[in-house]
């Protein structure tokens, strides 16, 4: 019989979510969710996170369009991080690049 998902949220009562593109593996971003973020992006299969600096809830890409639509959730071994595979109709960093992880550590210097 399969465990049951019992997510430890952190103190904070948050949880790590790392997002990758659905069908190519390629990173995409890495936010938090707490239990509301996660139950809406359950409900809704779009990604929903928690603002840490704007101390919300958000949809991402409610501003933007460019939504997460979540096609799978890994649990982690520790249930204390999540591993969501979406389609992102968009760029999914807020700098509008293709992925957060855009650039790369060279020395001290980051690389486009």
Not at 59 to 67: D, L, V
Request: charged share 20%; aromatic share 8%.
């Amino acid at each position: 019989m399969p465990d049951a998902f019992s997510p430890k949220f952190d103190a904070l009562g948050l949880l790590t979510a790392v997002v990758v593109h659905a069908e190519t593996g390629a990173p995409l971003m890495v936010a938090h969710m707490n239990s509301e973020a996660l139950a809406k992006t359950r409900e809704t299969g779009i990604a929903h996170f928690w603002s840490r600096s704007r101390g919300k809830l958000w949809m991402k890409g409610e501003t933007s369009g460019h939504i997460l639509t979540v096609r799978e959730i890994l649990v982690d071994c520790d249930q204390d991080c999540l591993w969501l595979k979406a389609i992102p109709a968009g760029p999914a960093c807020h700098t509008g690049a293709e992925s957060c992880f855009f650039r790369r550590l060279e020395g001290d210097a980051l690389v486009d």
